[in-house]
């Protein structure tokens, strides 16, 4: 059996045509669907594939309901599939760094309009990590049912398909290099965007919170009337199985090297307030419904994706150097614990 076509897909597979000549594809795994049909998980790449340059990460599309995220991931990807046919700024910008792409991650649970995969496991609960101080009941991750949300996925079981992909990519083309950095896009919290950092398990600053406070630093700096709020998610609530904290433990095992991943959480309940209708829709909780204002999102976020693959360029110019790493992480301390 086939499965139904999902639009978000059949745009990403467009952009691969287009780009053909400038970057790779492949596909990671297939995703089925309890009815029959599967969908494929992509992975796009483009730029200088030397290990010796930084990389940047884009992710899309976790929990599908939040299409939003994964469609400012491939709005990112055409942005620069389209430039490189005339830009060549971006081509020697390309020369100095590695850019992977994966818009979305959960097709299968965007094609069942669920925030879990088709095997009903929330993706961002299920690394094996586990939150050293008590959770918020379910939304910290929860082992009761794969019927409510939030669920984690079985105790003794492998992490899922979806999640097992991501880590091969970031284990790949992120952690091999000396430095790269990462950004999965989301939305459904607050009516302000954040951007998030390790970490969701416990409370205790990250070991390269000092690089943490640079990177804001230089994006403050950059950008006076920014619309982020940018903190550790500790701050905002706890959680079983985050994704991102597993695979950070794991860069941490090299510690010569440095991975910053972030998230973007798109303050989704401002749409709502501007059209409480959306409330009706399962749909229109995660994501803007009316046209300008879809387009409105879309366009906001491509300046911090373009930052990031910029500052990956620049990162020997900013990171703290062992004569001012005391006074960054003083710095973000006072910041943010």
């Known amino acids: 059996m086939t499965a139904p076509e999902l639009p978000e897909l059949e745009a990403l597979e467009r952009i691969i045509e287009l780009g053909a000549g400038w970057l790779q594809a492949r596909v990671l795994c297939r995703v089925g669907l309890p009815g029959g049909g599967t969908y494929p998980v992509y992975v796009i790449t483009l730029g200088n594939p030397s290990l010796q340059v930084p990389g940047v990460g884009y992710f899309g599309g976790v929990h599908g309901l939040e299409r939003i995220g994964a469609e400012v991931v491939m709005t990112h990807l055409h942005s620069l599939v389209m ?5 060549s ?29 088709p095997n009903g496991v929330d993706l961002m609960r299920n ?5 050293q101080e008590p959770v918020p009941f379910l939304v910290g991750g929860q082992r009761i049912s794969a019927g409510l949300p939030w669920y984690r996925g079985p105790r003794d079981g492998v992490m899922e398909p979806e ?3 991501v880590c091969e990519v970031v284990s790949t083309e992120l952690l091999t290099r000396d430095f790269s950095v990462s950004v999965d896009c989301h939305s459904g919290f607050g009516a302000r965007d954040r951007v998030w950092f390790p970490f969701a398990h416990k409370r205790a600053p990250m070991t390269h919170l000092a690089e943490m406070q640079a990177l804001k630093h230089i994006f403050v700096q950059s950008n006076h009337h920014h619309r982020y709020l940018i903190e550790p998610q500790s701050l905002q609530y706890l959680a079983h199985g985050d994704l991102w904290d597993h695979l950070y433990l794991q860069s941490c095992a090299q510690p010569q090297r440095v991975f910053l991943p972030l998230t973007l959480e798109m303050g989704s309940w401002l749409w709502v307030k501007k059209n409480p209708r959306q409330l009706f829709s399962r749909h229109g909780i995660f994501n803007p419904l009316i046209e300008h204002r879809q387009q409105r999102v879309l366009r906001q976020h491509q300046w911090l ?3 990031l ?14 004569d001012n790493r005391a006074q960054h992480h003083a710095q973000a301390l006072q910041d943010w614990y």
């Open 309 to 322: 693959s910029r500052a990956a360029c620049g990162h020997r110019l900013w990171l703290p150097t062992p």
């Open 89 to 117: 700024a971006l081509h020697r910008q390309l020369e100095t760094v590695r850019l992977v792409f994966m818009p979305i991650v959960n097709p299968g649970g965007m094609a069942l309009c669920t925030r879990a995969n």
């Open 305 to 307: 994706l373009e930052f």
């Open 163 to 165: 999640n097992l992909a």
């Open 127 to 131: 690394a094996p990590v586990a939150a």
């Open 83 to 87: 430039r490189l046919q005339w830009d």
